[in-house]
């Protein structure tokens, strides 16, 4: 079966491809065997970066000490510790990975990395026991986010850190926090398993039985620019210029802020879990359509992206491990490439097509994954921006993870407390633990709050749940909103079952509600609670405002207010007046204003103090909307 040949869609493929697949899916393709081995250079002199280092290089000069190029990690070793064997330990596994070691300098303008010789990995301990049960979580968790955004400096010779929290004298927190320019995800966990691994051998007055590495970090990344210096192969190239032709699109979701200019880097993360009969069902449908897991699980993330952005075109990045060589398995070191999968939902296809566009997307980019992404980028020439990251703006991630895990005979919870940072949007990353789905989001805290990535993942269940229930719906009819949810939103949040009239406007079925419950709270802006009767009669006075300035069916009126209940009043107040509302955010650049205004034909503008001052030249009228404030609504009475 070729890379991009699918199996059909009558019945379970074979064993023998789902294998193939599956070769192909983690990288283990015949092509990368035949190329010559990775030679070993020599120890002395400075060495080349690989094309992933260099571009995290130059990103560490424009921002150093960054905590978006840490990789934390924390776990829970529920028994006594010795400090000193740890760090014992730490040092030999920081010993044999010269790539933790690292110097990076720039000579004539280009990054160039040496080692350091070997010197003790410090462990510092910090004893939380004194404290109650809560304090101490509490503090546990502060600490992991502490050391997890603790800078690296890169021309230390040392990108590597190990600290203990102690518990109690049987229960531990183990902190491994590397650079990652040095290490990857797939890194991390061989730098656990060969620092226990050594714990244990130097506990019982043993030698660590660590396998000898048949090369270093520096010898790939030499290897790299060696076999890709000249660029990648024609037919690589040829098809990553075909898999992401035309004008990449941003992807434009609802956010609760508007994105800044320049891309901060302030995060957090909502976990959720997914029931095991859930993934069950996604494994066989995956299994029918010959796909995989991810598969089925990526197209439905992009159905999600596509309805929430309104967009048919979505780029998602994924990351792979990018060790399709022998000598990098037991490596430490970057070698994660990132691979840009578009996902085409043109044509409202019915989810099983959805899914073969994918699959067979995913199978070419797999086929091409030693492509670096650094490399895609500059091909591509893609424009740069400080507010997004280029090329895509959402990551989604698939892993096996037992959970409690097995390592040289210890048993490793994760403790994971969260970074604190985001380096895109949104990602998404799912892990199969125990036969279920256990997931988080991370997510940019400076567009969304959590409920709106709640209310995201609660719809990501639902479309699940819709998927495997009826793969051959098109895209656009699967359900987001679970039974009870739509009729809240249809009946019990109107306030009546009635059915509104046929053809009624917005404003209209406002005014009807007002007169059904004139005291009830109509909107919460801040510490302002509004009700009916007091936001109808706001929006009614600007109304006979607008239109005594003649405003009428046609007529595009501008609202320029900060977020808040005057923001609301002002639209409704237009719509009364018979207008249309053209959304004016003071926040957009003066450049962009003029163009919406010029643009749309707007005449008129409801604007409060603060944001007029924003506006540009304007030849229209301006309407202020800087009212007293709202008579407060009644407070609700207790156990309402």
């Given amino acids: ?50 094309f992933a280092q260099r571009r995290l290089w130059f990103l560490e000069q424009m921002e150093p000490g960054t905590p978006l190029h840490n990789l934390p990690g924390a776990f829970r070793l529920r028994r006594a510790l010795d400090p000193a064997v740890l760090r014992r330990a730490a040092t030999e596994v920081v010993r044999r990975h010269d790539a933790l070691r690292a110097v990076f300098t720039a000579e004539g303008g280009e990054p160039v990395q040496t080692v350091a010789p070997a010197r003790e990995v410090p462990v510092p301990v910090v004893d939380l026991s004194r404290l109650d049960e809560e304090a101490r979580g509490a503090e546990a968790v502060r ?22 929290l102690r518990l109690d004298a049987e229960d531990h927190v183990v902190l491994v926090t590397h650079h990652h320019v040095a290490s990857d995800g797939w890194s991390m966990s061989l730098f656990v398993g060969e620092m226990l691994e050594a714990y244990r051998a130097f506990l019982a007055g043993a030698v660590p039985a660590l396998p000898e590495l048949p090369v270093r970090f520096a010898d790939f990344a030499a290897w790299q620019r060696d076999e890709l210096g000249g660029g990648p192969s024609a037919g690589d190239l040829a098809w990553w210029h075909d898999h992401l032709a035309g004008a990449l699109p941003l992807l434009e979701l609802p956010t609760d802020r508007p994105r800044s200019a320049a891309q901060g880097t302030a995060g957090a993360i909502h976990a959720f879990e997914l029931p095991a009969e859930l993934l069950e069902a996604v494994q066989a449908l995956a299994r029918a359509e010959g796909a995989t897991p991810f ?28 060790r399709t060589r022998a000598e990098t398995e037991r490596l430490v070191g970057f070698f994660a490439n990132t691979l840009p999968l578009r996902t085409d939902l043109s044509g409202d296809p019915p989810f099983r097509e959805l899914l073969r566009r994918v699959r067979e997307a995913t199978l070419g980019a797999y086929a091409r994954q030693e492509v670096p992404f650094e490399r895609i980028v500059e091909t591509l020439r893609v424009e740069r921006s400080l507010a997004h990251a280029p090329v895509f703006q959402v990551m989604f991630t698939l892993q096996n993870n037992p959970g409690i895990v097995e390592v040289a005979g210890f048993r490793l919870e994760p403790a994971d407390a969260g970074s604190g940072t985001a380096k895109f949007d949104l990602t998404l990353g799912l892990e199969e633990r125990a036969g279920r789905l256990v997931g988080i989001v991370e997510y940019a805290t400076a567009l969304f709050d959590e409920a709106t990535v709640a209310r995201m993942v609660a719809q990501f269940r639902t479309l699940l749940d819709g998927i495997v229930a009826d793969p051959s719906r098109p895209v656009a009819e699967l359900p987001l909103l679970a039974p009870g949810e739509r009729g809240l939103l ?21 005014e009807a509600q007002a007169r059904r419950t004139p005291d009830a709270v109509a909107l919460v802006a801040g510490r302002e609670r509004v009700t009916y009767a007091a936001l109808d009669a706001r929006a ?96 609700p009475a207790r156990g309402e």
Avoid at 295 to 305: D, E
Avoid at 307 to 319: H, I, L, M, N, T
């Fill in 295 to 322: 598969m089925v699980l990526l197209a439905a993330f992009a159905t999600l992206l596509s309805r929430w952005s309104g967009q048919d075109d979505v780029v998602v990045g994924s990351p792979i491990a990018g």
């Fill in 1 to 50: 079966m070729g890379a991009n040949e699918g199996p059909g869609r009558t019945g379970a493929v074979s064993a023998a491809k789902r294998a193939l697949l599956e070769k192909r899916m983690r990288g283990g393709f015949a092509a990368a065997a035949e190329r010559r081995s990775i030679p070993r250079r020599p120890q002395d002199g400075p060495a080349p970066l690989s």
């Fill in 490 to 510: 249809l009946r019990g949040w109107s306030g009546t079952d009635a059915a509104a009239p046929d053809g009624a406007c917005l404003h209209e079925r406002f």
């Fill in 540 to 635: 009614s006075a600007l109304a006979a405002e607008l239109r005594a300035r003649g405003v009428g069916p046609e007529t595009r009126v501008g609202v320029c207010t900060g977020r808040g209940a005057e923001m609301v009043a002002a639209t409704l107040g237009v719509l009364k007046a018979g207008g249309a509302y053209v959304p004016l955010d003071p926040r957009y650049p003066r450049e962009r204003l003029a163009f919406v205004l010029e643009d749309a034909a707007v005449s008129v503008v409801v604007a409060s103090e603060a944001a007029a001052g924003a506006l540009p030249e304007f030849g229209g009228e301006i309407v202020a909307c800087d009212w007293t404030p709202l008579p407060p609504a009644p407070s």
């Fill in 143 to 164: 600490r992991i986010r502490f050391e997890g955004a603790l800078p690296f400096d890169l021309g230390s010779g040392l990108l590597a850190r190990v600290a203990l």
